[in-house]
Structure formats: C-alpha cells, structure tokens
C-alpha cells in the first residue's frame, strides 16, 4: 500500500507540472480540470498560497525558495540524526522522503529558469514569468544558478538513491518472503 502511494504520488507530480512545460499542447478539458484538483501534490508552495500583496515575488525569488528551502530541511534532518544518534535512522529516512517529495517540482522549477521568448522587438522574456528580461545579468546569474541546481537536485539526488540501492543490493536481490521481514530494508 505505500509503494502504491508513493508511485501515484510522484506519477501525479509528474503529470501535474505537464501544462506548464508544454503550454502550446491542446490538453483535453477533463484531464486539464482533474490537473488542476490535483495541483497541490506539485508541492509548489508559491500557487499554494497567494502572495500577490508581494509585488517583489518574480520567478527567481519562487525559485530560490524552491531549491534552497528542501535543502535546508534536509540539512536539518542530518543534524537531527546527528544530535538524537537512537532516531537517526527516522530523521534519514525524513531526509529522503523530502527529497522524493520535491525532486519533480523543483526539476521543472530549475528548467523553467532557462527558456525565453523572442517578442518581435527582439526583446526577449522569460517564459515563466515576463517580468524577468533574458538580456539582463540577474537572468545569466540565475541561468548559472539553475545550471549549479540542475547538478545539486537532478544529479546528486538520483545517483544518492543509486548508491543506496547499490549498498543494499544481496539484501534486495533475496526472494520476497524474505527481503519484507528484513528490518534493515526498512
């Protein structure tokens, strides 16, 4: 039943974030509503809640929030583990269910930094949020930004689970029966 939780709950964050990567894609109108009574499992906190009082709030700001706010967390729960060593193994596991949680909407937050639309001025905007205009340095220093992210989340995250695996591999290789009364999988 967890396995079955967590799969749906990543499938839809996948499926969720779809409109927004390809706009131009006619979606059929049911799928599009049924989208949009899903949004929260996107974990994208700033469509959560409204923060149009903050006229300052640009895609770089959701940005900065959306990558350095799951790392924070994480950090914390490795000094936790570190502080209480008998919950380590809680606070780890925290740790990688945040990750989980957040790769794919942080993913297309990081992508999002990247794309710019050419207007017929020759100007060129940002196509998440055209406040933000592709000739300027904040926008090459938030291209850098996203390009060190895309190594920090979309790397190191997966090849962290991999190493896990990795570690744990005899163990997840034994016959069923087997491997779900091994507490050390858990």
């Known amino acids: 039943m967890k396995r079955s939780v967590k799969i749906l709950f990543v499938s839809y964050q996948v499926i969720a974030v779809l409109p927004s990567i390809a706009p131009e894609m006619g979606l059929p109108k049911n799928f599009s509503e049924s989208m949009k009574a899903v949004s929260f ?17 640009n895609y770089h700001s959701k940005l900065l929030v959306l990558t350095l706010l799951p790392m924070a967390i994480c950090v914390a729960m490795l000094l936790l583990g570190l502080m209480f060593k008998q919950k380590r193994g809680l606070f780890f596991t925290l740790m990688l269910v945040a990750t989980y949680a957040v790769l794919p909407s942080v993913s297309t937050a990081i992508f999002g930094a990247f794309p710019c639309d050419e207007m017929d001025t020759k100007e060129s905007y940002l196509i998440a949020d055209y406040s933000i205009d592709c000739g300027t340095a904040a926008y090459t220093t938030y291209a850098v930004y ?12 997966p090849l962290m689970y991999a190493a896990l695996l990795f570690a744990k591999r005899e163990r997840i290789k034994q016959p069923v029966e087997e491997r779900e009364k091994d ?3 858990g």
């Open 183 to 185: 507490e050390r999988l």
């Open 41 to 57: 499992v996107k974990l994208e906190f700033f469509q959560m809640i409204s923060l149009g009082c903050l006229s300052s709030v």
């Open 146 to 157: 996203s390009g060190l992210f895309i190594v920090v989340y979309l790397v190191s995250i």
